[in-house]
Antibody
Framework: EVQLLESGGGLVQPGGSLRLSCAASGFTVSTYVMSWVRQAPGKGLEWVSVIIVSGGSTYYADSVKGRFTISRDNSKNTLYLHMSSLRAEDTAVYYC??????????WGQGTLVSVSS | QSALTQPPSASGSPGQSVTISCTGTSSDVGGYNYVSWYQQHPGKAPKLMIYEVSKRPSGVPDRFSGSKSGNTASLTVSGLQAEDEADYYCSSYAANNNRLFGGGTKLTVL
């Protein structure tokens, strides 16, 4: 059974940094396209970043480009999102998701990031 | 990277059908057959309902169907049931490996 478990969320001051983790089980993260999606309180879903299988190329939404970095540790079967220069508008529940057939077919339960002074 | 356009709300009575639209551009919805739909109940993670415009994952009732015409994709829920009341989001692959979501539609079963 595919499972994704996010961790690392919390309260951080504007301008601060945070690293989110997504531990995967039931499949190997290195063999699937993986992504982060966020949802601000009371708002809709927003795609954040994706890491491709071959070559590990990464892509980002304009809103986080240059501030966020997606990566994976194949030995730990874990996906990461390194977030820096955090802003109030980055406050959201962050979900990691596995992609198949260009769709987000499995999701974690999410981890809340709050950016506030 | 503009969001896809969905109506903010839709509604129908039990047993009826409702269709939710998702409008993009020729660079996303219209350019690829990689539109997917997600159902989200309050406080829960999204769930994949439709992928590649019209395909259903295993376990999704055939009451849910998808289609696309030009730059607009649609999700139809037939035989509405109380448990279908949720938020629905469309998503599309876009150029340069970007992904887009719609703003979401709140479906109310009257």
């Amino acid at each position: 059974e595919v499972q994704l478990l996010e961790s690392g969320g919390g309260l951080v001051q504007p301008g601060g940094s945070l690293r989110l983790s997504c531990a995967a089980s039931g499949f190997t993260v290195s063999t699937y396209v993986m992504s982060w999606v966020r949802q601000a309180p009371g708002k809709g879903l927003e795609w954040v970043s994706v890491i491709i299988v071959s070559g590990g190329s990464t892509y980002y939404a304009d809103s986080v480009k240059g501030r966020f970095t997606i990566s994976r540790d194949n030995s730990k079967n874990t996906l990461y999102l390194h977030m820096s220069s955090l802003r109030a508008e980055d406050t959201a529940v962050y979900y990691c998701a596995k992609l198949s057939n260009y769709a987000f077919d499995s999701w974690g339960q999410g981890t809340l990031v709050s950016v506030s002074s | 990277q503009s969001a896809l356009t969905q109506p903010p709300s839709a509604s129908g009575s039990p047993g009826q059908s409702v269709t939710i639209s998702c409008t993009g551009t020729s660079s996303d919805v219209g350019g690829y057959n990689y539109v997917s739909w997600y159902q989200q109940h309050p406080g829960k993670a999204p769930k994949l309902m439709i992928y590649e415009v019209s395909k259903r994952p295993s376990g999704v009732p055939d009451r849910f169907s998808g289609s696309k015409s030009g730059n607009t994709a649609s999700l139809t829920v037939s035989g509405l049931q109380a448990e279908d009341e949720a938020d629905y989001y469309c998503s599309s692959y876009a150029a340069n490996n970007n992904r887009l979501f719609g703003g979401g539609t709140k479906l109310t079963v009257l």
